[in-house]
């Protein structure tokens, strides 16, 4: 008998533009390995509610997101592309996790910690119960492999010792998920400060690059971005901000082996002005695919639907099985 080809499920929030860490760290990933997997990946409208959003531009950003995923390469006959909230089993999943899920692990999650503030009183109880949502995704699935960017790993790790407890408890139900997080790209900093991580909703504009951005703007960015003292061009634990420009040549253009030689004695600003080069050569495309998806907005509602069908023909089924084996189901016979 074939062997089942191995599942990979991954999601993104639905934030407006995403930037190059989203794309070095995830998308890419999601696109290159398209082929070799049966793949799911998740606009996760539920989650992006766990902090204050204005409905309409919610959904202006999330159909933004999925006219960028299929910019950057997914491919809706090789991926289910869907919506998280078209899909009513991932809220009963998680309400029903919740049960499994300890207090303590989800307090112990740093993302809370970091999207919190300290103003634990007043965030929605949604964005403390955030993490137990991401599990019913990945696990409502059989997801065997999970690409995403290293902030993710605790979460990852959440959903296998989740899945493993319900398990125990249950019986055998859910695939244990293993994470795929690559040794490059799976954190790339801020431009601005290289000790925090790329993010939308942490720094200015200029602290990441947008895969809306002119050429002229990410050349502006690219000159712009902070570096280290002294002028020699190394990826070392003490220059941080030009270990993450390397870091971002390498996975453009995987040259990065010869960098070091090629900068040799020309400091930072050669450096930069071809590391403008590479991104603005690497974003076009994505960003010129997009304006022709956005004019177009039948393609991606139509992917969109269909891909919430075929992701509920596979959560429904997993649901009466889960709901069984619970004690949830056999009492109203109709
Ligand atoms: P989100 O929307 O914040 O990010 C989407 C993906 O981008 C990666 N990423 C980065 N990678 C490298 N460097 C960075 N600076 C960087 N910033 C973001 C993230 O690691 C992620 O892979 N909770 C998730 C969404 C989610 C999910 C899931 C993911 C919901 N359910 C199930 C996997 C499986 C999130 O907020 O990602």
Redesign the pocket.
């Known amino acids: 008998m074939a062997e089942r080809r191995k599942r990979v ?5 639905p ?1 407006g533009v995403s ?1 190059i ?2 794309y ?4 890419r990933n999601w696109v290159a390995q398209q082929e070799s997997y049966d793949n799911i990946f ?1 606009i ?1 409208n539920l ?1 992006a509610l766990t902090l204050p959003t204005e409905p309409a531009s919610l959904h202006a950003n999330t159909i933004t997101m999925a006219n960028t995923l299929l910019a950057a390469g997914i491919d809706p006959q090789a991926s289910i592309l869907f919506v ?1 909230g078209d899909v009513r089993e991932h809220s009963e999943l998680c309400w029903l996790l919740n049960s499994v899920a300890t207090f303590g692990e989800l307090r112990r999650m740093t ?1 809370f910690k970091d999207k919190s503030g300290g103003a634990e009183e007043s965030v929605s109880a949604a964005l403390f119960d ?1 993490p137990v ?2 599990v019913a ?2 696990i409502l699935y059989d ?1 065997d492999l ?7 790993r605790q ?2 790790e959440l959903a296998r010792d989740v899945a493993q407890r319900f398990n125990r408890r249950y019986g055998d139900t859910f695939v244990v998920p293993a994470p795929d997080i690559k040794a490059n ?5 801020s431009l601005e400060d290289p000790t925090k ?3 939308k909703s942490a720094g200015s504009t200029g602290s990441y690059i947008a895969l809306t951005d002119t050429d002229s703007e990410i050349t502006k960015k690219v000159k712009r971005a902070v570096t280290d003292s002294g002028s020699e061009v190394k990826a070392t634990p003490d220059k941080p901000a030009l270990t993450n420009l390397l870091g971002i040549y390498s996975l453009l253009s995987n040259t990065v082996s010869r960098s070091r030689v090629r900068y040799a004695g020309k400091g930072y600003g050669a450096l930069k002005t071809d590391l403008a080069t590479i991104v603005v050569d690497a974003i076009r495309p994505i960003r010129e695919k997009l304006l022709e998806y956005e004019a177009n907005p039948d393609y991606a509602a139509s992917v969109l639907a269909e891909g919430a069908e075929r992701a509920r023909s596979l959560a429904t089924p997993k649901m009466e099985i889960v709901r069984e084996r619970m004690g949830l189901t056999g009492h109203a016979i109709r």
């Open positions: 499920f991954s999601g993104i929030q934030s930037h860490g989203n070095l760290g995830a998308i998740c996760v989650h998280q993302q955030y949502l991401q995704d990945i997801a999970v690409p995403v960017g290293e902030d993710q979460h990852i790209g799976a954190r790339i900093m991580k790329m993010s």
